[in-house]
C-alpha cells in the first residue's frame, strides 16, 4: 500500500498567486482530513471529508481556502489569493472510521 | 469546543523512562489518542485508549482517566530514535490535537 500520497512536496509562491494542494487517500478509507501545522498555531483541522461529503469546515480560516473531493481518490486544498500567513505544512489524513488516522508526508507551502 | 495541556519539552538520557501527561476539556469525549512525529515527518499513530486503564504496546504504553479527564503516554527504554514530538489528541465529533511534547532523548 502507498499510503496517503500529497503533491507538491514543496510549494514556493508568492503573495497573491492561487495554490493548489493535492491529497490522494488511503485506498477503501472514506474519510479524509486537511490539516495544517505551524509553529505558532501547532496542528489545526481545516475540514474534513465522509464519503466525499464535506462534513466540518469550521476550521478553515477563512474564504481564501477551499476544498473538494470529487471522488473517493482524489481532494484538492485550494488557496486563492494566497498571503504570507498560510506559509506551513499541510497534511491530508486518511482512516476508515476507527481510531488511527493515516498521514501524508505533507506539503511545505511557503508564500513570499 | 476542546482545550489539550500537555507539556512542552522533556529530555531524558538514553534507558530511562518518560511519561507525558496530558490533561483535556472537551464536549463530547470517544478516547484519547497519541501520535508521533519526528522532526521533518508526518504525525504516526501510536495509541488509542477509549476506556480507563493501562493499553500497552511494546516499550510505549498509554493511560486514560475519563473522570480526571487526564491520561498519559509511557516511554519505556529509551532510544535516541525516540527523539520526536509527541501529541496527544481528543477524539469527539473529530481530533482536536494538543500542542505537542518535544523529547530529547541524550547518551
Excluded at chain 1, 495554490?19 to 487517500?25: D, E, H, Q, S
Excluded at chain 1, 498560510?86 to 481510531?99: I, P, Q
Aim: hydrophobic share 35%; aromatic share 12%; with cysteine.
Amino acid at each position: 500500500d502507498a499510503g496517503v500520497i500529497q503533491s507538491p512536496r514543496h510549494e514556493v509562491t508568492e503573495m497573491g498567486q492561487e495554490v493548489t494542494l493535492r491529497c490522494k487517500p488511503i485506498s477503501g478509507h472514506d474519510y479524509l482530513f486537511w490539516y495544517r501545522q505551524t509553529m505558532m498555531r501547532g496542528l489545526e483541522l481545516l475540514i474534513y471529508f465522509n464519503n466525499n461529503v464535506p462534513i466540518d469546515d469550521s476550521g478553515m480560516p477563512e474564504d481564501r481556502f477551499s476544498a473538494k473531493m470529487p471522488n473517493a481518490s482524489f481532494s484538492t486544498l485550494k488557496i486563492q489569493p494566497s498571503e504570507p500567513r498560510d506559509s506551513a505544512v499541510y497534511f491530508c489524513a486518511s482512516t476508515t472510521g476507527v481510531n488511527e488516522q493515516f498521514f501524508g508526508p505533507g506539503t511545505r507551502l511557503t508564500v513570499l | 469546543g476542546q482545550s489539550l495541556e500537555q507539556p512542552s519539552e522533556v529530555t531524558a538520557v538514553e534507558g530511562a523512562i518518560v511519561q507525558i501527561n496530558c490533561t483535556y476539556q472537551t464536549s463530547g469525549f470517544y478516547g484519547l489518542s497519541w501520535y508521533q512525529q519526528h522532526d521533518g515527518g508526518a504525525p504516526t499513530f501510536l495509541s488509542y485508549n477509549a476506556l480507563d486503564g493501562l493499553e500497552e504496546t511494546g516499550r510505549f504504553s498509554s493511560f486514560l482517566s475519563r473522570s480526571d479527564s487526564y491520561g498519559y503516554l509511557l516511554l519505556q527504554e529509551l532510544q535516541m530514535k525516540d527523539s520526536a514530538s509527541y501529541f496527544c489528541a481528543v477524539k469527539s465529533d473529530k481530533l482536536s490535537f494538543g500542542a505537542g511534547t518535544t523529547v530529547t532523548v541524550r547518551a
